[in-house]
């Protein structure tokens, strides 16, 4: 397969922006960016959806399409989009919506799968975070073809517990998320056995379009320290994957079923020892899968091994897994997240700040009975069964 290079645009509303390209300071990774492509300096969302998907959004979108535009152009075969956004703040819910509904309608038949910050169970940034992450869901479910969670909560206890860090950082917690990402994108730019391209994502994790959150985990995440220690063996990478402490959104996976998982592995590994290890799997009374789905996997293989940031956190090894995992768990974290919304919204608290930047009430409501939807979806995948109301008819196709 030929190697592809990921072409990379940057759209920040807040001020952090203005450091990262200034010249002398900011980031030693500024040079992966194109000065021209960089959109910064621009007025802050304030933590509010409604800033930045109707007012200081529709001020700076038409740049940030045309900037977009210019790389789709040189593309010799552009596959689709990932986006990287919050559903917590301003910019990241309102900005990150507006802008995946205005690449829906302008680049319909290309993929986009996005990369999500999710509200954690116990952890926040902002106090409207609930306001912002129903709003940007219901705004983002028909838009986006694929959506990877992660929280920080989950991921502040995989540096406390894994990698022996006692007070991680935003870097701490950005490297393990490029971890992910690079583990996504291996298969686009490198050559192996099993290679996915972005189609195929969609394709095996994604039953029905509005259940395409998938359940991320990583393995081995192991520190230098107790890497020559361990042996990570290709049985044992691909079951820590299925661990909560290997999983980057707080829930458990016990308490629901698995519709389909991909394991994407790379470095050092035989295609027999993924039989093996997911054979082993699937005689396990500890994971669960749908009735009617009896495949349930898709693994890929891409020979580079794993990098890792010279003095980051991770140690280098030869093999690694990252498990992108279709559950019915993850209702859990809307659960949750609706339970918070519901709390604020039944004293209409902070409601007169999104009002103002012109939004209408019945937007609220709208979007949480578009989550209670998505639980219900959730849970009706969950409970639907082979043996059901239909048992001794004869299907239909």
Not at 5 to 20: A, G, H, M
Not at 186 to 192: D, E, N, Q, V
Not at 326 to 355: G, P
Not at 357 to 366: A, D, I, P
Request: proline share 4%; aromatic share 10%.
């Amino acid at each position: 397969m030929e190697n592809f290079c990921t072409r990379t645009e940057s759209s920040r509303v807040d001020r952090l922006s203005r450091s990262f390209s200034r010249p002398g300071q900011g980031s030693s990774h500024r040079s992966l960016y194109h000065p021209d492509l960089l959109i910064n300096g621009k007025e802050d969302a304030a933590n509010n959806y409604a800033r930045g998907y109707y007012t200081v959004g529709r001020e700076m979108i038409d740049g940030v399409l045309d900037k977009v535009r210019k790389l789709a152009d040189k593309c010799a075969g552009l596959q689709g989009f990932l986006l990287f956004h919050s559903y917590g703040g301003g910019t990241g819910a309102g900005f990150g919506a507006l802008l995946l509904e205005r690449l829906a309608a302008d680049y319909g038949k290309k993929s986009k799968m996005d990369f999500v910050v999710y509200p954690a169970p116990q952890m926040s940034t902002a106090v409207v975070e609930p306001y912002n992450a129903v709003l940007a869901t219901h705004a983002t479910l028909d838009q986006a073809d694929v959506s990877f969670l992660v929280d920080n909560e989950a991921i502040y206890d995989i540096c406390r517990h894994n990698l022996n860090i006692t007070k991680p950082t935003y870097a701490n917690l950005n490297r393990l998320i490029a971890q992910v990402v690079s583990s996504v994108t291996a298969s686009l730019r490198f050559s192996g056995l099993l290679n996915f391209d972005m189609n195929e994502y969609q394709t095996n994790l994604v039953p029905y379009p509005r259940v395409h959150f998938p359940l991320v985990a990583y393995a081995p995440l192991v520190s230098a320290a107790r890497v020559h220690h361990e042996q990570h063996s290709v049985a044992e990478i691909t079951a820590a994957c299925f661990e909560t402490g290997s999983q980057m959104v707080k829930c458990d996976p016990a308490k629901g079923k698995y519709i389909a998982c991909c394991l994407l592995y790379r470095g050092d590994i035989v295609h027999n020892e993924i039989t093996r290890a997911v054979m082993r799997l699937k005689t396990s009374r500890t994971i669960r899968f749908v009735d009617w789905c009896p495949t349930g996997f898709k693994s890929s293989i891409t020979h580079q091994p794993p990098a890792v940031v010279p003095g980051g956190d991770l140690a280098e090894v030869q093999r690694a897994a990252c498990l992108l995992s279709n559950t019915t768990a993850i209702a859990e974290a809307w659960t949750r997240l609706d339970h918070k919304f519901d709390l604020m919204y039944a004293k209409r608290a902070f409601i007169h700040w999104y009002v103002g930047e012109g939004m209408e009430e019945g937007e609220f409501s709208e979007a949480r009975e578009d989550l209670a939807t998505l639980e219900k979806d959730y849970h009706d995948v969950e409970t639907d069964s082979l043996g059901g109301e239909n048992e001794g008819e004869d299907p239909e196709y």
